[in-house]
């Protein structure tokens, strides 16, 4: 998330209350989680075993809980609990506004867009041209739609990503201030869910189509024309390529890369990258050929027992 109006690194720690390394009027523009910073961007790491990685990213400003070494052009924000602070500034940038109508005032809808009745319309929506939106839709606050886009019956843009910091007394929600990108021709069918990213954008590419019944993740990036088939679960920050096929009700884990061109079998478990160009099945999923290989040689077990009994 960018800030409307950039901020000092000054103005930061005043809002959340800590200490801070650097000039006070270092230039701080937004905030955003480790795989989507830019430089001015706040990023915020609370365990050692990323220290390095958020000091070493393209942050310039790292919300940490440990008083280190301020790498050259960079700058610190010492918290004692840096996911609670990381909160406190979505909840200054981007507060949560109750809506008092079903279609916002301040959404803007292109022409020639069709929007059924019982849609609810957020805050600050974008919708294209020439779309149609199906009833029972809800387009959470800062979406984008592009031009020529269909989206069925009881679909949800924009829910909050599911993001929770195991606390000794309850689970703490990550709040979220990112939203959903839909891009041009693309086709949404029932009941799917697409939630909003943390800090970045939640994207479908031009083009994609989403069947009935399919989940995807905070901060995920599906590319274009890419088929999504019924029941699929795809987690948090994955990045789906280009013309990517994937069938029913795969599971795919967070964080990982599906190459270009790809093609994923129905119930498969995506548990790593995976090559594009390439035709995957099976938990873990893997190379078509080889798992109907692996399964081929389970299937001569039997027949190697009988064999081993006989030479006894």
């Known amino acids: ?58 942050a310039t400003i790292v919300l940490i809980n440990k008083e280190v070494d301020c790498p050259e052009g960079k700058a610190l924000l010492v918290s004692n609990d840096p996911f609670r602070d990381f909160n406190k500034l979505t909840q200054h940038f981007r507060p949560f506004v109750s809506s008092s109508s079903a279609i916002a005032d301040s959404a803007i809808i292109g022409e020639n867009t069709v929007i059924q009745p019982n849609v609810f319309v957020g805050n600050n929506v974008k919708i294209g041209n020439d779309c149609l939106i199906h009833s029972n839709v809800s387009i959470y606050d800062n979406t984008v739609i592009g031009n020529n886009v269909i989206i069925h019956a009881g679909t949800v843009l924009g829910a909050d990503a599911f993001y929770y910091k195991n606390r000794p007394e309850k689970f703490d929600k990550l709040l979220s201030c990112g939203n959903v990108v839909i891009e041009d021709n693309v086709d949404i069918g029932s009941l799917c869910t697409i939630d909003k990213g943390v800090s970045d954008s939640t994207r479908i590419g031009e083009g994609t189509k989403l069947d009935n019944q399919v989940h995807i993740g905070h901060d995920t990036v599906l590319g274009k024309r890419c088929l999504v088939a019924s029941q699929v679960g795809i987690s ?16 795919i884990t967070s964080g990982i890369v599906i190459g270009e061109k790809a093609i994923i079998s129905a119930q498969s478990g995506v548990s790593k990258s995976l090559e594009g160009h390439k035709s995957y099945f099976g938990t873990p999923a893997d190379d078509f050929r080889k798992k109907y290989k692996e399964i081929a040689a389970i299937r001569k077990i039997p027949e190697i027992i009988e064999k081993l009994k006989d030479l006894k």
């Not at 959340?16 to 961007?41: K, T, W």
């Not at 948090?236 to 599971?251: A, K, M, N, Y």
Request: one cysteine or more; aromatic letters at 10%.
């Open 1 to 58: 998330m960018k800030f409307n109006i950039p901020q000092t690194l000054e103005d930061i720690a005043r809002i959340i209350d800590c200490d801070y390394v650097g000039n006070a009027e270092f230039p701080v523009l937004g905030m955003n989680e480790i795989h989507m910073v830019q430089p001015g961007d706040i990023v915020f790491v609370d365990h050692p075993k990323y220290y390095d990685k958020a000091l070493e990213s393209l």
């Open 236 to 251: 948090g920050c994955v990045v789906i390529e280009d013309f990517v096929t994937v069938w029913g009700q795969v599971g």
